[in-house]
């Protein structure tokens, strides 16, 4: 699509049926078939067939195509369901390729943490330099599910609860 639009420039809107179409007759990396075909249950015949004589269009057969039709019919419902089961197969791939990367954080109750800044408490005046990270603060409660409760170094309770992503371990 990016390589048709950028040669087009200002004439995008008159490309869109074009790209729109070559979409939905290219096979997709993720579920190996054509978006085409999962949703009419066949395969889309091209605007040069309909023009230009092909085997395709020479041997059709009235009698014959209203069989086979009711037949992709009858399994679209199927190819549907191993496309469905396929996704989900993709996407538990990607799942775990993006799990390994990641480094889960946990606190323990008494844990010096860093919570970072946020932008209405980030003096204006300082604007860019600010600094991103305030604290230290003592882990209060841990709430589960990624979620604490924060208090200060003198005991004092931070009001909120506060997730795991806005929080850093404090190294002195």
Do not use: C
Not at 3 to 32: C, P, V
Not at 131 to 155: C, D, H, S
């Amino acid at each position: 699509m990016r390589k048709k639009l950028n040669n087009a420039k200002g004439e995008w809107a008159e490309l869109i049926l074009e790209i729109l179409w070559s979409y939905n007759t290219t096979i997709q990396s993720t579920t190996s078939e054509i978006p085409f075909k999962l949703v009419y249950g066949s395969e889309a015949l091209i605007p040069i067939e309909v023009g230009v004589p092909t085997l395709r269009t020479e041997l059709y057969d009235q009698q014959h195509n209203a069989s086979i039709r009711n037949a992709e019919l009858d399994l679209a419902e199927e190819d549907r369901d191993i496309v469905a089961i396929k996704q989900k197969a993709m996407k538990q791939i990607i799942e775990r390729r993006h799990n390994k990367k990641v480094v889960p954080r946990t606190f323990d109750v008494g844990d010096l943490v860093l919570r970072r800044t946020e932008e209405a408490r980030r003096p204006p005046s300082h604007g860019k330099l600010a600094a991103n990270w305030e604290g230290p603060f003592r882990i209060a409660k841990v709430l589960g599910m990624g979620g604490y409760q924060l208090q200060t170094l003198q005991g004092n309770s931070i009001s909120g609860n506060w997730n795991v992503s806005s929080l850093k371990l404090y190294r002195s």
